[in-house]
């Protein structure tokens, strides 16, 4: 039989053990996408438990949520998850987490706060550190933003440690705090978005500050056993923003009080990196788009280190994990297309992921609808569904349905 012949890849089959004890059975996560698959009461979906269901049983190693939003106020999308003092959703809470965790997979809430990245059709007067809006590529969508007050910046701060502590007693086995893409811990660390003249603003010490700050009281919540994680920016990719010198001082410092893995991403959305389109030719073939930045900080922290972003052939994640530069590999696209697919890398298969460019032969349209994210989205939906993917499904097919479904909102873009 043709099983027998095939090689499982040793290093992607070796268990992590964290910082905290925990440990993770394989080397494969899969990073966070937007499923949007909230209810309109912003709880968990079956759908949501199913899709989770499925990649556990696919073989991933540790499954990160998209965004749960952690204030009903600020919301990134329409159909995102919330965990915050108003709402009751305890049950549906431990539900994912049941569905999530089969397998011996480690599930991890990601939980967000969008900062001035909510839509206008949901935020009138979005917040942020400073009241500076968005380049003219993105006003249309988003409203300018009022500056936090100090009372505010502590509220929020409470909220992710609720939050925390919320899918903790859920059943989640981690969370990772979204610390990337240009959302509010990113707002806070960038000094073009963070222009505050108090102990929040102006130093790198002051602009980290606020993410010190949510992991200390998350940590607080959740006590020593329970892994946090950070998702965080090698750079934004923006003239004055926040720098690659200063991402290796915050992950050092992230480090030193002791977040357990330091998911790897870079760029927000008036600069996305994160979606791969920006790169040169030579660094998608080379897989992965971040390696650079994540081999140099490899050398200054001990801290386990997750890279997302590129990662197509089983080949190349073995080659990596070898070289020692990074202790995790992160896939999200190629498990929306084949959610079997690190069961087949794991048991030794050749064959390389399904993704490929999603192109609809008119740049304009592929624009206006972030074709790139939502034909992905619909993929998860179908999961979600209880259907297979469709990795050939026709691109302005999605784009009616993307309009269908979302009407004005469709022309927002979808979050990662």
Known sequence: MESETLTPPPLLNQPLKLPNGAIIKNRLAK???????????????IELFRLYETWADGGIGLCI?????????????????VIDKNADGKKELASWAKAGTQNYTHLWAQLNHPGKQSPKILSPTPVAPSAIPFSSSLNKMFNCPRA??????????????????????????????????????????????????????????????FLVEVYQHIRSAVGPEFPVGVKLNSADFQKG??????????????????VDLIEVSG???????????????????????????????KKEISTPLLLTGGFRTPRFMEEILKS?????????????????????????APEPSLVHPIRSGFKSLDSLFAVEITWYTQQLHRIGQGKRPNPKANVLFSMAKTAADLGFSALSRTRA
């Open 31 to 45: 990073s966070a996408m937007s499923e949007n698959m909230g209810t309109p009461k912003h709880l968990p979906s």
């Open 65 to 81: 949520t998209g965004n749960i939003m952690v204030d009903a106020s600020a919301l990134g999308e329409p159909h995102n998850v």
């Open 148 to 209: 936090l007050s100090e009372n505010e910046i502590l509220e929020i701060i409470q909220k992710f440690a609720y939050a925390a502590k919320e899918v903790k007693d859920a059943g989640f086995t981690g969370v990772q705090i979204h610390g990337a893409h240009g959302y509010l811990v990113s707002q806070f660390l960038s000094p073009k978005h963070n222009q505050r003249q108090d102990r929040w603003g102006g130093s790198l010490e002051n602009r980290m500050r």
């Open 241 to 258: 923003g926040f720098s690659e010198e200063d991402s290796i001082l915050v992950a050092k410092k992230l480090s030193e009080i002791g």
């Open 267 to 297: 760029g927000n959305y008036e600069a996305p990196s994160m979606t791969g389109t920006r790169f040169k030719p030579s660094t998608v073939k080379r897989e992965a788009y971040f390696l650079d930045y994540v081999t140099k900080l």
């Open 324 to 348: 020692n530069a990074l202790d995790m590999i992160g896939l999200a696209r190629p498990l929306a297309i084949d959610p079997d697919f690190p069961n087949k890398i794991l048991s030794g």
